[in-house]
T-cell receptor, first 108, second 115 residues
Framework: GIQVEQSPPDLILQEGANSTLRCNFS?????LQWFHQNPWGQLINLFY???GTKQNGRLSATTVATERYSLLYISSSQTTDSGVYFC??????????FGKGTTLSVSS | DTAVSQTPKYLVTQMGNDKSIKCEQN?????MYWYKQDSKKFLKIMFS???????INETVPNRFSPKSPDKAHLNLHINSLELGDSAVYFC??????????????FGQGTRLTVV
């Protein structure tokens, strides 16, 4: 089956720093989503981005489908950005396959 | 307005008991799912339903039985609970975004603890 690898597994930042999270996937996909799981456990949709670039405030994402990777950029990080960031893909089986996540800790 | 809602949020029960988790979505989506998140935070698909029909059933013990009474509801019943069933269970629903892709939305999760 398709493999989804995220890096780095852990990231520690000072407030105000920028960061880039990476997601590699082993096959072509129909769907790619980024999620943020906050410290209360909620899974929050960040981006639906099977290809191209999108921006939402301090967050932006780029997926290069031909090279099978996606990047999530977080600028001017805040303590509320802490949590686990998941990349998930769907290869047309109507279910998401998740990476293991990047755990982000932002300190003030 | 809650889009995908699960009840209960927390469930503590003894081994051997039978329990149910309910899920409802008010987004009008045709497809609903159950995912399991283990203690290492890994999320894995368990079941997928489209228009009340089962379309994905991953390698899950048959003690787990999903039930979809209508498009807006997908409940999960678990028989003879075991310690290893302790996890967070997420319900989700999805909508088509383009010709081939779908976007999923998740409930707040149910933390099941079996003692």
């Amino acid at each position: 089956g398709i493999q989804v690898e995220q890096s780095p597994p852990d990231l520690i930042l000072q407030e105000g720093a920028n960061s880039t999270l990476r997601c590699n996937f082993s096959d072509s996909v129909n769907n790619l989503q980024w999620f943020h799981q906050n410290p209360w456990g909620q899974l929050i949709n960040l981006f639906y981005i099977p290809s191209g670039t999108k921006q939402n405030g301090r967050l932006s994402a780029t997926t290069v489908a031909t090279e099978r990777y996606s990047l999530l950029y977080i600028s001017s990080s805040q303590t509320t950005d802490s949590g686990v960031y998941f990349c998930a893909v769907d290869k047309g089986i109507a279910a998401l396959i998740f990476g293991k996540g990047t755990t982000l800790s932002v300190s003030s | 307005d809650t889009a995908v809602s699960q009840t209960p949020k927390y469930l503590v029960t003894q081994m051997g008991n039978d329990k149910s988790i309910k899920c409802e979505q008010n987004l009008g989506h045709d497809t609903m799912y159950w995912y399991k998140q283990d203690s290492k935070k890994f999320l894995k698909i368990m079941f997928s339903y489209n228009n009340k029909e089962l379309i994905i059933n991953e390698t899950v013990p048959n003690r787990f039985s999903p039930k979809s009474p209508d498009k807006a509801h997908l409940n999960l019943h678990i028989n003879s609970l075991e310690l290893g069933d302790s996890a967070v269970y997420f319900c989700a629903s999805s909508r088509p975004r383009d010709a081939i892709g779908t976007e999923a939305f998740f409930g707040q999760g149910t933390r099941l603890t079996v003692v």
